[in-house]
């Protein structure tokens, strides 16, 4: 019995499965924690103090760990690239889980993938597979079921999230870009330099920035440490274990967002948003499979 603990506790795709249960848990508390201070501060002012604490908190790391001369300066106009796709999806994402249900939302950022399909072919000129482009029909299948076009509940709030996982999908895109001579503190520097600034630019246009409250402080910071341990433990679990077995586990915060929003903001549960979202994540899925394959 000690020894099945023991291999169980090493084993890599064990510890890959619970690195993305945090990246889940990250992903949500800071849907929710966005949600609670967004009646004291708008998207920008969020980005602003979630990027300036994050770059904070990417300082200390590179000083601790000895990686501050892994920050480069030779491709910064594909990171300011990168930061502008990412900082818009980012802002419209925040806008969105003010005025969508939390389910819908993150139903509508599962396609995200699937639009860096298409990216991919377009940007890094990977090639477009019968398989691809049957998983990003699908998927926009999916988004069309979500939003029902032409019925009085589809609007702008509902195009925001679907305009947000497009953003991310270019921002994953570029990424891949950078990451071929990029070491990951070069990249989260500039990541949450630059969003700083863009977000300090942005919130301050009126020359009105809102300080975060006594009472809102906690949940701010909070979401910037879910913004950084997100995207780590993300990163940790696919260098843990196959991407076929890491990536399906993201599903999971779908129920999980829609059992908070039920609970603590009364949404109702939607047949539409769960049919949606089962063909776009059964899309994923399974193109995540015939890739892995295709690599074996």
Not at 59 to 81: C, N, Y
Request: charged fraction near 10%; charge should be positive; hydrophobic fraction near 55%.
């Amino acid at each position: 019995m000690p020894q099945l603990i023991g291999a169980l506790c090493v084993s890599p795709v064990l510890r890959g499965s619970l690195w993305m249960s945090g990246a889940i848990l990250s992903f949500s508390a800071m849907a929710i924690a966005g949600r609670e201070v967004s009646t004291n501060l708008d998207t920008f002012e969020i980005m602003f103090y979630r990027s300036l604490i994050g770059f904070v908190i990417v300082l200390v790391f590179a000083t601790v760990s000895g990686t501050k001369g892994d920050i480069q300066t030779e491709r910064l106009p594909l990171h300011t690239i990168r930061n502008i796709c990412h900082f818009t999806a980012q802002n419209l994402w925040f806008y969105a889980i003010t005025v969508v249900p939390l389910a819908q939302v993150f139903a509508i950022e599962f396609s995200a993938p699937l639009w860096a399909l298409f990216l991919s072919a377009i940007i890094l000129k990977e090639r477009l597979t019968p398989s691809r482009l049957l998983a990003g029909l699908a998927g926009f299948i999916g988004i069309l079921i979500i939003t029902r076009p032409g019925t009085s509940a589809m609007g702008w709030a509902q195009i925001t999230p679907a305009l947000a996982a497009i953003g991310f999908a270019a921002s994953a895109v570029t990424t891949r870009l950078l990451t071929r001579t990029e070491k990951i503190t070069s990249i989260m520097f500039w990541l949450t330099g630059m969003q700083c600034i863009f977000g300090l630019i942005c919130a301050g246009w009126d020359m009105d920035i809102a300080l975060p409250t006594a009472a809102n402080m906690p949940l701010v910071t909070l979401i910037a440490i879910c913004g950084v341990t997100a995207h780590f433990c993300l990163t940790t679990a696919l260098s843990l274990a196959p991407a076929s077995i890491v990536m399906p586990i993201d599903f999971l915060r779908l129920p999980l967002i829609a059992a908070l929003g039920a609970l603590l903001y009364s949404e109702a549960l939607d047949l539409y948003v769960a049919l949606g979202a089962l063909i776009i994540i059964t899309a994923n899925y399974a193109n995540i499979r015939k890739e892995t394959r295709a690599i074996k």
